[in-house]
């Protein structure tokens, strides 16, 4: 189900001012796409509260994330894990640790274009109950393969939750799709799963961590991708 855009008439209120939205994103080893994914969230959002994670990094990137906080203090929140746990749990323990509702996740290789897209987001989750993530919505099979008429989940790239009830859900895990049994709990529960065309706000490069260290999913990965195939 799509939402209806807001019209210029209904024009809604900056992010900054509601205390209910905050960002997350993860950065394994990539400090050069983090730079660029945070500085251009933060050009259109410099008081939104931004956890950003560096998931066990051996490079620069803790220094690269020290000084994001420096540059933007106080809403700039370093969570920085001793090893990488891969990105489904990275993001568990950063919703773990917000204290806002309406979370925004983003991923280290994605650009933000131009601004208003979490004020629309949010709003979607404020009118709608039963909404639960808001973005590029898709659906897949039991084990993560892209299917129509399956499971509804919101692409991770760039999508917002409500935090109260993913708390309430199975977490994020480490798997080629991190958020599947959180969507199919979701959707178990009679939560919705609302489409947003966040695409025309934020460039997604696509990609950006895998291609250069893969996913670290070993045998698990291509026993999903033959049990797939067979329709197991």
Known sequence: MKSKPHTAE?????????????????????????????????????????????NGSRDRSRHVVMELEEQWPRVTLPLLLEENVHHGPALHRALQMASQDHIYIFDSDTIAMRGGFLEEMATILEEDPVAYAVGLADSSNKRGFLTPGG??????????????????????????????????????????????PIETYVKHLGRGTASRFGYGLGIRSKLDYVLNKLGL
């Open 10 to 54: 209904h024009r809604l209120a900056p992010a900054e001012q509601s205390d209910t939205i905050g960002a997350i994103v993860v950065n394994f080893q990539t400090p050069d796409l983090l730079v660029v994914a945070v500085e251009s969230f933060r050009r259109f959002y410099p008081k939104i509260p931004l956890i950003v994670v560096d």
């Open 151 to 196: 499971v509804p989940f919101t692409r991770t790239a760039y999508m917002m939750i409500r935090r109260s009830m993913y708390l309430d859900l199975p977490p994020f895990v480490h798997h080629g799709q991190p958020t599947l049994a959180n969507f199919t709990g979701a959707a178990g529960r009679g939560y919705a799963v609302r489409s947003f």
